[in-house]
């Protein structure tokens, strides 16, 4: 039989209960002990012993009292060693868990039965999992962000070669400096998502009401010029709704949903954004095909629906996490599906003003 920490107290507790009624009775049985040793000590023939006995025998009273405490004194002795006995599975616990680290977060204690200390160590098993997650992503996060600034930093370092390698005409060197220019805007715009993405983690510094049906409205209307040049109908139907939350972040959220949606549409495509009550925002376009399999990988940074990696069309693979990351800041749920006809359709769950 294991000794569980329910067993142990229970044990304790019942040798406690047993031995309360006793107690009287030792402190009784400790003080006719004393008095008879003491007694038996006196009539000693030793010189001058009943000199020193006469005054004790004037304070017998005191027998009692040093009985009591010599009782308490050996029963919070008890007590003692039972608490310990008790609590050394949680002591055991502790060892472990105190040598986790970086280098062994696959650890995992796995208890069995269904104590409290099994419940607990069950629940270290999930927070180390989900640190094991984080630490994972945090890495792969770093590794795909090295990725991404390397590619461009060799692509702008083979053209500063072979600018310093001959000399070039009027049109090369136009070439050359427009493909650096190209190179580095692609650069700043990582960069800005990286900050970005960094921020939403850090949660919200306020929350205030906002009309979210204004804010897609104003968003809209900056994309306007840049969806007719890209041959995509823009489709709106609004409800008014307010939200809890960062007007700036809210305002980026709606910005890279709808810069996406215009993005990787196809010409003549269309592009239907709908502000309501559940979901609260919602963004449909009309873009090639999107395996269902493969939607929920497009909300992990540096992930693209194309295989290439370099060939993204001058995005960062960032927007979709971001968005998640803001609705998170939100205690929203951010979810997408492929479409009906092609492309994604991207929904936005966001906690309604008290």
């Known amino acids: 039989m294991s000794w569980t920490p329910r067993r142990r107290v229970l044990l304790v507790g019942l040798l406690a209960l047993l031995a309360g009624p006793l107690l009287p009775a030792v402190g009784g049985w400790l003080t006719g002990l004393i008095w008879s040793r003491g007694q038996g000590l006196c009539h000693l023939p030793v010189p001058g012993l009943m ?168 968003v809209l209307a900056g994309y306007r010029d840049r969806a007719r040049d890209a041959a995509v109908t823009i489709y709106t139907h609004f409800t008014p709704r307010v939200v809890i939350g960062e007007r700036v972040l809210l305002e980026r959220l709606v910005t890279n949903l709808v810069e996406n949606g215009i993005k990787y549409n196809r010409r003549s495509g269309s592009l239907t954004v709908t502000v309501g009550g559940t979901p609260a925002l919602s963004v449909v376009n009309t873009g090639q095909p999107v395996p269902a399999e493969a939607v929920a990988s497009l909300f992990e940074p540096f992930r693209r629906l194309a295989r290439d990696r370099t060939s993204h069309g001058g995005g960062a693979g960032l927007g979709l996490a971001i968005a998640r990351s803001i609705t998170q800041a939100h205690d929203g749920i951010i979810a997408a599906r492929p479409g009906e006809h092609g492309g994604l359709r991207v929904d936005v769950q966001l906690p309604s003003p008290p």
């Open 51 to 218: 000199d020193v006995c006469a005054p004790v025998r004037q304070v017998a009273f005191v027998l009692p009292v040093l009985a009591v405490l010599i009782v308490v004194l050996a029963t919070l002795v008890a007590l003692w060693f039972g608490a310990v006995w008790c609590l050394r599975p949680v002591r055991d616990l502790a060892d472990p868990i105190a040598h986790l680290g970086p280098q062994n977060l696959g650890h995992r204690i796995r208890p069995r039965g269904r104590d409290e200390l099994a419940r607990l160590s069950r629940a270290i098993d999930e927070m180390m999992e989900r640190v094991s997650a984080g630490y994972e992503g945090q890495r792969r996060f770093a590794a795909n962000a090295s990725h991404e600034l390397r590619t461009p930093l060799a692509v702008q370092r083979t053209l500063i070669e072979v600018g310093m390698a001959r000399s070039l005409t009027a049109e090369q060197l136009e070439l050359l400096t427009g493909q650096l220019l190209e190179t580095n805007e692609r650069n700043e715009r990582l960069i800005e998502g990286l900050l970005a993405l960094s921020e939403c983690e850090q949660g919200l510094r306020s929350r205030t009401p906002h009309r979210l049906d204004e804010i897609v409205g104003a």
